[in-house]
């Protein structure tokens, strides 16, 4: 297994737990109406730059795993095989509008009033979480699932 993919596996795990400590400071500032602090800033910084560690990754991935031969061999014979649509189309396209409503979501957030900062992350960063939730190739997924953990070999 090559080591990006590896990588790419692992680095999910500190995207996941980006998003939840964006989350959870997202729902405590609406709920305590506190002030939009350092920390939260840092939290969707951290989560940004893990999703665009996993997007280098993973067009890195796209490039150099074989997905491009098959895309060059006709979208139509790719789209009719579910592991491969799978991997190109819902992965990559997904995850892709998740990282774009990830940026907006940051520079949203700062420009927005103190009292609509906790809102708007909420509403920016909980849609991109659950998109990349939805894509994640998870063991119980059919055909395409893959394992909670890869490991150098
Ligand atoms: C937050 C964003 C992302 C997460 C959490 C994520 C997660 C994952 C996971 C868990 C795997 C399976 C790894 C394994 O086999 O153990 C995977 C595979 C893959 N990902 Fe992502 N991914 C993300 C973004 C992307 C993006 C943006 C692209 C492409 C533009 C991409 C392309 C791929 C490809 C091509 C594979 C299959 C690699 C292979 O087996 O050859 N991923 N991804």
């Known amino acids: 297994m090559s080591g990006i993919l590896v990588l790419h596996s692992i680095i999910r795990w500190g995207v996941l737990l980006c998003g939840i400590w964006v989350i959870a400071n997202a729902i405590t500032g609406i709920i305590s109406k506190r002030a939009f602090s350092s920390n939260d800033d840092r939290s969707n910084l951290f989560f940004m730059i893990f999703c665009d560690v996993q997007l280098l990754f993973g067009l890195i991935l796209l490039f150099t795993n074989g997905w491009i031969d098959k895309i060059k061999s006709g979208m139509g014979e790719l789209m009719k095989d579910p592991y ?70």
């Open 84 to 153: 491969n649509r799978f991997f190109v189309v819902e992965h990559g396209m997904m995850m892709i509008v998740a990282l774009i409503l990830v940026h907006i979501g940051r520079s949203k957030v700062k420009k927005a009033s103190p009292e609509s900062k906790h809102k708007k992350m909420l509403l920016f960063f909980g849609i991109a979480i659950l998109l990349i939730i939805i894509s994640i190739p998870w063991p119980n997924k059919a055909i395409v699932g893959r394992p909670m953990m890869s490991w150098f070999n």
